[in-house]
């Protein structure tokens, strides 16, 4: 005898193959504000008294008004065979595992009728995307997931409710840039950096990462001097042409143009312009490439001290070209600009002569860089720093104008982040603490980072989730390369883009009854006063929280309509 077994629940489950089906909590109702983009997962697996029995063929579907809305993948696993590589994580019992294993996180489209594969005694997972749209009619959906086998017969059928609040999401208001890095799309693909066929995988990279919230993008008008070995290099991804004559420069924006227009065009906002100085000290130039008596040569790199007089010369003279470049076109207000990535204490001096020296060119411009040391802020060097998230409360402490954090791979122990390793209710804790504490924008060196250590070899991401012994699995990256060019995504880009609409939600909520009153929800439900240096232990907290703010925020707007 063979028995489909099927069963909804939260998004933010990540279930093991080994696990027990009988371990998961159903989810029988959950709620949503018109325009929002709703998910959860259908665990599945198969018992059999066949003990030569091997896995069977099924078909999954979605029933009821809101199938024409839903979207089915696969989730897949991946190996992880080195859990917390690098970072002590000892005192943090706050993991699904720090042993090895294999670890849902890949989402592959279902095809053939969305088809599926029943493990025998295997526990799998479907995601289920609900894409609501803003003129759907508020009230209660009964969703039904039916499992059915290869000749159509009934295999087993499980519901959710799904109560659609009569309130639109309101528009992300956070800045959000998750670097995409175009050169590892061109040795991934082995394509030209800058072909055809580059642009359009980088089209579909950027369509994706606009999908899941970002809003700004990195550009590089010269190649990143990022995660690169001392005297090392990263393939030339300049998206400015650079003739010099005489001591003299020639910019060509013209693939510059062709950039914004892909921005343009998937709706990106903001043009986040790389970091002028290498990373971690910001003491040499990037690579800078141009063309010199005929010849395409590098004229400056780790060669070259970043505060002497030829490259800050240069410096100041390519930016004077590019804010009159973009003022031109009209979008020099969409600038954001960077010196050196994550410099250190002892590096303030060099940071600040870089910063001195074109100050006058980026007048009235915001410049930006991942800064931990309070120091830079309150010298005056750095009116922007980026702090880490568990390294934020000095900075919260000064009441910094349009702050922002982020994360990377030191932000293990505690705080929020979206290893694969962690569970999922700590990916999306983030959104309630950048609500708190009126954060403005978010910064994650991540979406596509397919290089090892110091980028000196392509890794293979669906093998080596660490970087190749580098990272913790799944800092370097949030999506996967697939073989036609497109990126599949990750659980955890999705995680974190459902914290993205808690903030929305939230925000409509303090519109209606005040800020004090959506705090005391957050805090109410976790026990305590909540901040970026712990994370909700349970999914069911993060689920309790949304839930009490959307039945507020339905309140709130039927008392006003009845007055």
């Known amino acids: 005898m063979i028995k489909g077994r099927i069963k909804i629940v939260s998004s933010l489950e990540k279930p093991l193959a080994h696990e027990s089906f009988d371990g998961f909590t159903p989810l029988t109702r959950i709620s949503a504000l018109r325009g929002e983009r709703l998910s959860f997962q259908v665990i599945h697996t198969v018992k059999s008294d066949n003990p030569v029995f091997r896995g069977r063929s099924a078909f999954i579907d979605i029933e009821g008004e809101l199938a024409q809305y839903a979207t089915l993948r696969d989730v897949c696993s991946v190996p992880i065979d080195r859990p917390t590589v690098q970072h002590s994580t000892a005192e943090d019992t706050n993991y699904i595992t720090k042993g090895v294993g294999i670890f849902p996180d890949v989402l592959r489209p279902l095809h053939n009728r969305n088809s599926i594969c029943l493990g025998c005694d295997s526990l799998m997972s ?4 609900i894409e609501l749209p803003e003129d759907i009619a508020d009230g ?6 039916i499992l059915t086998d290869e000749s159509g017969g009934f295999l087993a059928r ?4 799904v109560e659609i609040i009569d309130a639109i999401l309101p528009p992300q208001s956070i800045y959000y840039t998750d670097w995409l890095h175009c050169d590892c799309l061109a040795s991934y693909y082995n394509v030209p950096m800058w072909s055809e066929r580059h642009w359009e995988i980088i089209e579909s990279f950027m369509k994706n990462a606009k999908r899941n919230g970002v809003n700004m993008m ?13 005297g090392g290099e990263r393939p030339t991804a300049q998206l400015v042409e650079i003739v010099k004559t005489d001591g003299e420069y020639i910019f060509d924006f013209s693939r510059l143009d062709r950039w914004i227009e892909l921005c343009n065009r998937v709706g990106i906002k903001y043009f986040e312009i790389n970091h002028l100085a290498t990373q ?5 130039a990037p690579k800078v490439m141009a063309t010199e008596g005929g010849e395409y040569k590098q004229i400056f790199g780790w060669e070259t001290d970043s505060t002497g007089e030829e ?9 004077s070209a590019l804010i009159s470049h973009m003022k031109s076109r009209g979008d020099d207000s969409r600038l954001f600009f960077h010196i050196s990535d994550e410099p250190f204490s002892e590096n303030l001096e060099t940071y600040r002569k870089i910063k001195s020296a074109i100050s006058g060119v980026l007048s009235g411009y915001p410049v930006m860089d991942a800064i931990s040391h309070i120091e830079f802020y309150l010298d005056g060097t750095c009116d922007m720093p980026i702090p880490a998230t568990n390294r934020i409360s000095p900075f919260l402490k000064e009441n910094i104008p349009g702050l922002w954090t982020y994360y990377c791979c030191s932000q293990a122990k505690h705080v929020s982040n979206r290893f694969i390793t962690m569970p999922a209710c700590r990916n999306r804790s983030i959104g309630y603490q950048m609500y708190k504490y009126g954060i403005k924008g978010f910064l994650h060196w991540g979406y596509n980072f397919y290089y090892n250590l110091l980028s000196y070899d392509l890794i293979n991401p669906y093998m080596q989730l660490d970087g190749n012994a580098w990272v913790p699995p799944g800092d370097a990256f949030s999506v996967y390369p697939n073989m036609d060019g497109t990126p599949l995504e990750s659980t955890r880009i999705k995680v974190f883009y459902d914290a993205l609409q808690d903030m929305r939600a939230m925000a ?7 800020k004090d009153a959506v705090v005391k929800i957050i805090d109410g439900v976790l026990g305590c006063d909540s901040t970026f240096d712990d994370c909700a232990k349970e999914a069911s907290e993060i689920l309790t929280i949304r839930e009490k703010v959307n039945k507020m925020i339905k309140k709130h707007l039927r008392d006003l309509k009845r007055t």
């Open 126 to 129: 479907v995601w289920v995307e």
């Open 140 to 145: 209660i959906y009964d969703t039904a997931v």
């Open 158 to 161: 499980e519901y959710v409710a």
């Open 218 to 230: 990195l550009t590089p008008i010269l190649t990143p001097p990022l995660d690169t070995a001392v």
């Open 280 to 284: 971690w000290g910001s003491a040499h």
């Open 311 to 319: 490259y800050l010369s240069f410096l100041g003279k390519l930016l």
């Open 508 to 514: 409509l909520l303090e519109e209606l009854c005040g």
